[in-house]
């Protein structure tokens, strides 16, 4: 429970690699906000498991962000994890499209950090983790606000280590490759169906044919890592981009 005493606002915390993070935090002793979707039902159910406060907001906009960081109060733990993807050529990709994935993956961390730095800067101890992706260090093609912004989250979290370097204050982003989750689950039987392939063929030769151990990365692996980056002895670790994402940006 070396948490305790802290707040945790975890962004996109109702469901996959962000709720994950959110239950790992509170099980350190740590109190979360939830931010994201859901129906009312499922964010009572959530916010009873984690005895956490949920703050509605919309994080596309400056003013939404503030709404959220106004909602939660002073957080000694800031894990940008809500984001968004699109799939489409540059040539043929809605400009609204992209306007939303920049905003959303890109701004809403700049304006959530800049609002949550100088509480931290003045109780000496903060922790600022960014979830980025494989995609923040190589590219694909048909994603490029995608990877135009996973690769912008990584450059602005070792500007902002370096500007915190001495103030107690660390950032890291974590990069994984494909995560089991349900949105990746639910997209298997279609694949199946549309490529006339098997359960196994779609998990390994569609979905996982870049990451070379052939496993998916689990949300409670990726939320034990950023659990580790609040604990003491990661007090060095800042600036980092950690991959996790089965050998994918080895190759």
Known sequence: MFLKGKRALVTGSTSGIGLAIARAMYAEGAEVILSGFGSDEEIAALSAEMNARHVAADLMTAAGVEALMSGAGEVDILVNNAGMQHVAPVDEFPVDKWDAIVALNLSAVFHACRLAVPGMKARGWGRIISTASAHSLVASPFKAPYVATKHAVAGFTKSLALELATSGVTAN??????????????????????RNLSREAVINDVLLAKQPT??????DEVAALAVF??????GNMTGANISMDGGWTAE
Do not use: H
């Open 214 to 219: 052939k496993k998916f990365v689990q949300p």
């Open 229 to 234: 980056l609040c604990r003491p002895e990661a």
């Open 173 to 194: 982003c974590i990069s994984p490759g494909y995560v089991w989750t349900a949105l990746i689950e639910n997209q298997i039987p279609d694949t199946m169906k549309t």
